[in-house]
């Protein structure tokens, strides 16, 4: 499965670059990208590796290429959940108007507020700390600050406490290394791809204070997944 999330991932680069996806740099790292997947491929079907890497203008033979191995340098955990964040909105977005057969003329997406933020890394620190999960809002309340927002938390934390306890812990610890991210800045860098992915008209508004909400989608915003609503034409 992990040879075909490789090509998903490839080809989501691509789509990702646009206009930019046939200029040299993106075509170097889609041929870095090849030539890795080559290397790893070639123990288990070493004829096809050795034709694909002569294919891309390669002398020698595959089998005594170097391994490749893992370079820090090039992962960037926040890039990841950044793209994460974009790959779940248009998710959601597609599966609304799946299910309602609306024809956008406007999306608007309501960003978490910080508080919801805060208390969610809280819950995820909780849980690598080996709090059972079933006194998550237990201990949770405990935190002053959380307390504070009284029934607004305790509703929160229900509500994505079944998402946080079966986070695979990669991911948890991923988030909590990265902190929270400004789900409204990076939306709104991507606001021209996703009106084109819709074909649509798209807004970005804070979940704090959206201005505009004439359904009162923002109390539904969580972390990584911002509330929707969508007009129809």
Not at 42 to 51: G, L
Not at 104 to 130: A, D, F, H
């Amino acid at each position: 499965s992990s040879f075909f999330i490789l090509q998903q991932d490839i080809m989501w680069y691509l789509r990702r670059k646009g206009s930019q996806a046939n200029d040299e740099k993106t075509r170097s790292v889609v041929r870095y990208a090849l030539e890795t997947i080559i290397k790893l491929m070639a123990p288990f079907s070493p004829h096809i590796c050795e034709e694909l890497w002569e294919r891309f203008g390669h002398k020698g033979f595959i089998s005594v290429e170097r391994w490749p191995d893992v370079q820090p340098s090039l992962i960037d955990e926040r890039s990841e959940l950044s793209e994460e964040l974009v790959k779940g909105v248009i998710g959601d977005t597609s599966e609304i108007l799946k299910v309602t057969g609306i024809s956008p003329s406007k999306i608007y997406y309501y960003t978490s507020p910080r508080w919801k933020w805060e208390v969610y890394l809280t819950l995820l620190g909780l849980l690598e700390s080996g709090v059972d999960p079933k006194s998550l809002i237990r201990e949770a309340m405990k935190n002053p600050a959380i307390r504070s927002k009284g029934g607004a938390a305790a509703k929160f934390i229900s509500a994505i406490s079944p998402s946080i306890v079966t986070m695979p812990k990669d991911q948890r610890r991923k988030i909590l290394s990265t902190g929270i991210l400004d789900e409204s800045e990076i939306l709104s860098k991507n606001l021209q791809f996703l009106s084109e992915y819709f074909r649509s008209q798209v807004d970005v508004l804070s979940g704090e204070s959206p201005g505009y909400d004439p359904k009162r989608k923002a109390e539904q915003a969580l972390p990584m997944r911002p509330a929707i609503y969508i007009e129809g034409s």
